[in-house]
């Protein structure tokens, strides 16, 4: 876990803790045994089900013991008919506990992560995947009776909950912000919601890449150049997950910028002007405040990608239905005015902290977009970028062959 200090090399461990930790590798093994036979065989008796329950919250990594009980439940939906799932929902319920648990204990076990996300899917399943013609297409599984998608949104929403609890403990448990992107497409929570939830992460600490990524993400769907704003997130975890604003709908938004998220079918879309230009105020308070950090400077160049794809002549078609050439001039001035502006504010950081590589190293990436934005209409930009490469291979030798590349044709 983050923040949480390694033991002192050359320390003797403490005997009481080796020989706790003994009976436990013994109880493991025992379990495991146990739980391994009795998967074999089949047996989902109570006492079995109750060994499970004991390894997975003793070692919530036990991907078995969770496949056993994924066995278990299939075995209780199959002979349940549609109309009578009513009577599951307290198994749900106990497996749900039973995850949170195992979570409690160790917030970064991926089988207890993906066991929850499939629990849920037994009361409410995502659309059914096919092909047609090389495309994907979505088509929804038959009707879920009301009561029980009732309770099965309830269950989501209590998730958000265990959701707060485990992120206080650790605000950069990318298991848990990525729990919650699934959980935002499930319940079409609102992208402006979560931006803030995601501003609230950041101000508490500026080292929380989960966070930067997740606005990368909700900024499309939010503030996106051309069209109305999405009202819900949809798929962002390229699952088609069902929203439960739009049922009819099935997916209910595209997929987010063009980095991440959604189905083959969805088209990017651009993020607006002004919203780029707020989101750079945003990160150049984390990038002064915390210059060695480098969370904030990946997420600043994923901004100014974001402005460069302006420029982008095939997002541009799909997204602007009409007066494209003046739709591309008017992006091409103000694209090459944010980047410029961007190249002086980091030379300035840069000369403050001149033993930092990071701001001259996203000057270098401001200054080869700018080379782009401008077409190689300025000869003299690229000897200053070749320059600033040198000057970076100078400052991080452990990197020279990359700086080197940068500057023989990797541009």
């Known amino acids: 876990m983050h923040g949480r200090p390694r033991p002192p090399k050359g320390v003797a461990p403490d005997p009481a803790q080796v020989q706790a930790t003994r009976k436990k590798a013994d109880l493991l093994r025992e379990l495991t045994l146990q739980v391994l036979r009795r998967n074999s065989q089949a047996k989902f008796d109570p006492q079995s089900l109750a060994l499970s329950e004991q390894l997975v919250a003793l070692s919530p990594e036990a991907y078995t013991a969770w496949n056993y009980r994924k066995r278990w439940l299939q075995g209780q939906f199959a002979d349940t008919p549609s109309e009578h799932v009513l009577h599951r929902l307290d198994d ?164 987010a910028g063009g980095g991440g998220g959604g189905g083959a079918s969805r088209k990017a879309r651009l993020v607006g002007r002004s ?44 997204n602007v239905k009409q007066d494209k050439e003046k739709f591309a001039t008017e992006a091409r001035r103000w694209v090459c005015k944010i980047l410029t502006q961007e190249v002086t504010i980091l030379s300035e950081l840069s000369d403050l902290e001149a033993k930092s590589k990071w701001p001259l190293l996203n000057c270098a990436w401001a200054k080869g977009l700018l080379v782009r934005a401008t077409e190689g209409a300025e000869p003299s930009a690229a000897s200053e970028l070749h320059e600033v490469y040198h000057r970076l291979a100078r400052l991080d030798p452990d990197r020279r062959g990359y700086y080197t590349y940068m500057t023989q044709g990797g541009l």
């Not at 497409?185 to 101000?203: D, K, M, N, S, V």
């Not at 819900?232 to 938004?253: N, P, R, Y």
């Not at 989101?279 to 150049?284: A, K, R, S």
């Not at 308070?285 to 997420?299: G, K, M, N, R, V």
């Open 275 to 318: 919203c780029l230009e707020d989101e750079l105020e945003i990160v150049h308070q984390a990038i002064f405040t915390e210059p060695e950090d480098q969370s904030a400077w990946i997420y600043h160049r994923w901004v100014l990608s974001a402005c460069l794809d302006h420029l982008d002549h095939h997002l541009v078609s799909e």
């Open 92 to 255: 749900v319920r106990k497996e749900l506990k039973v995850i949170e648990t195992a979570l409690k204990r160790n917030p970064k076990a991926y089988c207890a992560w993906q066991h929850r996300k499939w629990v849920h899917t037994l009361l409410y399943p995502p659309p059914l995947i096919t092909l047609q013609g090389g495309e994907e297409s979505a088509t929804l599984t038959p009707p879920t009776p009301g009561v029980v998608r009732a309770t099965a949104k309830e269950f989501l929403e209590g998730d958000l909950s265990l959701l707060d609890q485990l992120l206080q403990a650790d605000p950069r448990n990318f298991h848990a912000w990525g729990y919650r992107r699934w959980l935002a497409g499930r319940l079409g929570l609102p992208p402006h919601g979560e931006l803030h939830y995601t501003a609230a992460a950041i101000e508490q600490n500026f080292s929380n890449y989960s966070a930067w990524h997740y606005r990368s993400l909700l900024l499309p769907l939010a503030y996106p150049a051309v069209g109305e704003p999405c009202r819900a997130i949809g798929d962002l975890e390229k699952d088609h997950t069902t929203s439960f604003v739009d049922e009819k709908e099935g997916i209910s938004a595209p997929r």
